[in-house]
Structures are given as structure tokens and as C-alpha cells.
């Protein structure tokens, strides 16, 4: 059976690479004076394509699997220089945590209800308290829904009233075992010492952030959440995990990858 597989997958690899060549063929046809005409030339060269892959087809995935790292190497070159490009609006739009003056940085695009970025905020809290060297700037957007456009926002708000107050809104509001719903919000807000009804009135002006938020990680290319960068002068590197001892370990100078 999986042999039967696989060389359907060849098939259809080597027909598409036929087609690939008949297209070129067509659109860029030889001049009158070759020898052969553009018909017995594709079917010869398809012919060496299928003898070769026949004979080697891990020649063929090796070419594939080194275009897709390629292609992989240079969204990973895009999005870091796109970090720096971008870092006067990072530094406008986040909320920041921490050593605000340090010269590491750790950037994350969140959404408030996605697990791995509540274990991010976790992991965040813990290091913040510990007062170590480095300033973090967690940028809220919305990719789970209206819940999480109602939270992000929330975010906002609290963070522009409070930035003294908003950490300790997001400990309660991530180490809720519950939905998060809006008595749960309100519970948070009044633990943290703010009015509900006041952060409610900044939802508007926190609407406007969101989506600046959303256009800044659309233009950035963020392929998921939470994306975690530290930032150390002009030196970019993407964080692939959410543990506290990685983050630590990348924090103090030696990034896990």
C-alpha cells in the first residue's frame, strides 16, 4: 500500500515537472533553424527527467526539501530584519514589562486566549518579578475570534489607563480555569485596583490599537502566535518555545533554537 503511494507521489511529481516543460516550451519556442522541433525536444528532455528520478527519485526529493528550506531560511531573513525595520512601531504599540531601559528585549505577538501564549504570559510574570535585565514588549492582536478581540482590547485599555496595574490584571486573568467571560473580566479589573466601567469607556480608542496591532503583524508577516523575538541591538533571534528556562537561557545571551 504504501508503496503503491509513493509512486502515485512520483507520478504526479513527474507529470507536473512534464507540464512545467511543455508550458516553457510553448511560451518560449526554438527558432526555425534547430534541428529538432519543440515537440521531439520536450518529450526527449521529459525522457531524461523520468530516467532520472526512476533511477534516484531521493534525488528529486533532496532538490525539494532544499528549495522549501531556502524558501524557509529567507521568511525567517524577511521577519527579522522586518523586527528592526519595524521597531519604532513595536516600541509605540507594545505593552512593556520589566527593565524598561535594557538593551535586550524580548518582542511577542500574543492573542490573549491562545495556550501558548498564556503560558508565555506565565512565564513572563515569573521573570519580571525576578528583575531580570530585560525589557518585554508583548504586542496583543486577535486570529481566535470575537472572545479574543474582546480580551485584546481589554489588554489595551488597561494598559494605557495602568501599566503599573495591567500585570497584575493579566496574572488573574491567565490563571483563570474558567471561559473567560465578562464577569471573570470584571473580577480581574477590580483585583488589579481599576473600574470596569471606566476601562469599558477606553474600548473604543483600544479598537483603533487592535487593528494597528493586526496591520503591524500582517506587514511583519507573523506566521503564528505567540511569536517571541529577543532583541539584542541588531542582532534578531526567533524563540521557538514558551519554557521559562528557554527564555531565560535566550535572555542571557545563548538562544536555544
Given amino acids: 500500500m504504501e508503496r503503491n503511494s509513493s509512486s502515485c507521489k512520483l507520478s504526479l511529481v513527474i507529470s507536473i515537472i512534464a507540464l512545467i516543460i511543455a508550458a516553457a516550451s510553448y511560451f518560449c519556442p526554438k527558432k526555425s533553424t534547430d534541428p529538432l522541433n519543440s515537440s521531439t525536444l520536450d518529450e526527449k528532455v521529459k525522457g531524461i527527467i ?10 528529486l526529493m533532496d532538490a525539494m526539501g532544499e528549495g522549501i528550506a ?9 521577519l527579522t530584519n522586518g523586527i528592526l525595520d519595524k521597531s519604532s512601531d513595536i516600541t509605540k504599540q507594545s505593552m512593556k514589562f520589566g527593565e524598561l531601559s535594557s ?17 508565555f504570559q506565565k512565564n513572563m510574570s515569573k521573570i519580571v518579578k525576578a ?19 474582546t480580551l485584546a482590547k481589554v489588554y489595551i485599555a488597561v494598559y494605557d489607563k495602568s501599566p503599573e496595574k495591567a500585570l497584575t490584571f493579566i496574572e488573574k486573568i491567565i490563571s483563570s480555569e474558567g471561559d473567560i467571560n465578562k464577569a471573570e473580566i470584571e473580577k ?28 503591524l503583524a500582517e506587514t511583519l508577516k507573523i506566521p503564528v ?7 539584542k541591538g541588531k542582532e534578531v ?15 542571557e545571551g545563548k538562544v536555544e533554537k
Avoid at 51 to 58: C, F, M, R
Avoid at 70 to 78: H, L, M, N, P
Wanted: with cysteine.
Fill in 188 to 215: 480581574a479589573l477590580k483585583t488589579a485596583g481599576l473600574d470596569p466601567k471606566e476601562i469599558e469607556g477606553m474600548m473604543a480608542d483600544a479598537d483603533k490599537k487592535l487593528i494597528a496591532n493586526g496591520r
Fill in 70 to 78: 531556502k524558501k524557509r531560511e529567507a521568511a525567517i531573513g524577511e
Fill in 237 to 251: 533571534n526567533i524563540l521557538q518555545t514558551t519554557g521559562v528556562d528557554q527564555l531565560l537561557t535566550a535572555i
Fill in 50 to 59: 523520468i530516467d532520472t528520478v526512476k533511477q534516484d527519485p531521493q534525488l
Fill in 225 to 231: 502566535v505567540p511569536a517571541i523575538f529577543i532583541v
Fill in 131 to 149: 528583575k531580570k535585565d530585560v525589557c518585554f514588549k508583548m504586542i496583543p492582536v486577535a486570529v481566535l475570534g470575537d472572545d479574543s478581540v
Fill in 103 to 119: 538593551k535586550t528585549n524580548v518582542v511577542c505577538f500574543i492573542d490573549p486566549l491562545c495556550k501558548h501564549c498564556i503560558d
